[in-house]
Each structure stands twice: as structure tokens, then as C-alpha cells.
């Protein structure tokens, strides 16, 4: 890269840092992560800078570059494990949700247990809070299948859990 290059550069990220920021937040709603992918995403640029081909402006380039690395972090297993962590740990200390976290806890284990594609589609729909159409486009199935792998999903973790930790999964 030379000199002139290298100043092109840096304009375009204090040009377009905080625009890419706020996309980014917009997709995984965490800033440390956001600010990660906008950083990865200045890297991305960076090592192909030649490659960039002028087809469309700079600023579109490294939108698509953000919500590309914000679609793969949000499919990635650290987002699906750290989302399910939130959810089973952010309750208080006391000791009516300390009985509630170890059945959670125990609830944690069952899905963790699922298979990968079972899983993906429970921890989307309970945890995520997302609707069938939505996980099913997140994660490019047919609604049909998505409903099928909750079916499949709900009847294992009914045989895994006890009556009372099916009847906290199941009325959450």
C-alpha cells in the first residue's frame, strides 16, 4: 500500500467508523462486539484493498463488508453460547432464583445436548424470541422444516428433563 493509499485509508475510517458502528450495533446489539466486526471489517479492506473495484461507493463496500461479519458472528457458536449464558445466568442471587437458575441450568444441558441442528432452531425460538418465519429465513429453511426440528427438539428434551423442568421450558 503506498503513502497515498494508506491516507485514503484512514480517511475512510474516521470518515465511516461511527455510520459502521451503528450498523453493526444494529444487528448483534452489543457495542464491544460491534466495534470488534467495524475493526475486522477495516482489516478486511485493508488486506484487499486492491480488489476493491469502485463498482459501487466506498461506503456501500463496507456496509455489505459489516453486515457480512455481523450475519457470521450471529450464526457463529460464541454468539449462540453467550446468548444462552445471558439468558440462564441473568437473574438475581436470591434463593427462589437460585433453585430457579439449577433448574435452568439443567435445562442449559438439555439443549446443549441436542444435536447442532435441533439446537440452533430452539435456542433461536425460545431464547432469541424469534417466530418460526424468522428463524427459519435466519437460518435459510422452510418454515415447515424449522416447525418439524422444534416438534423433534421439544419431544428429546421432554424425554431428558423432569415434569417440573419440562413445565418451566415449556410455559416460558
Do not use: G
Not at 435445562?107 to 435456542?123: G, K, Q, T
Amino acid at each position: 500500500m503506498m503513502l497515498s493509499d494508506e491516507r485514503a485509508f484512514s480517511e475512510a475510517m474516521e470518515e465511516y467508523s461511527d455510520y459502521l458502528l451503528r450498523i453493526a450495533y444494529l444487528y448483534v446489539k452489543d457495542w464491544l462486539v460491534a466495534e470488534d466486526i467495524v475493526q475486522d471489517a477495516f482489516l478486511s479492506y485493508y488486506v484487499k484493498f486492491e480488489q476493491f473495484e469502485e463498482r459501487a461507493s466506498l461506503k456501500t463496500y463496507l456496509v455489505r463488508i459489516v453486515i457480512n461479519k455481523c450475519k457470521d458472528y450471529l450464526k457463529s457458536w460464541k454468539y449462540r453460547k453467550l446468548t444462552l449464558t445471558n439468558h440462564f445466568f441473568s437473574a438475581k442471587k436470591d434463593a427462589a432464583t437460585a433453585i430457579q437458575n439449577e433448574e435452568r441450568l439443567d435445562i442449559a444441558n438439555a439443549v446443549l445436548s441436542l444435536p447442532i441442528h435441533l439446537r440452533e432452531v430452539i435456542i433461536h425460538y425460545y431464547y432469541d424470541e424469534l417466530s418460526v418465519l424468522e428463524v427459519a429465513s435466519l437460518l435459510a429453511l422452510s418454515d415447515n422444516t424449522v416447525k418439524t426440528r422444534l416438534r423433534r427438539a421439544r419431544q428429546l428434551l421432554k424425554e431428558q428433563l423432569s415434569h417440573d423442568e419440562w413445565e418451566v421450558l415449556s410455559h416460558e
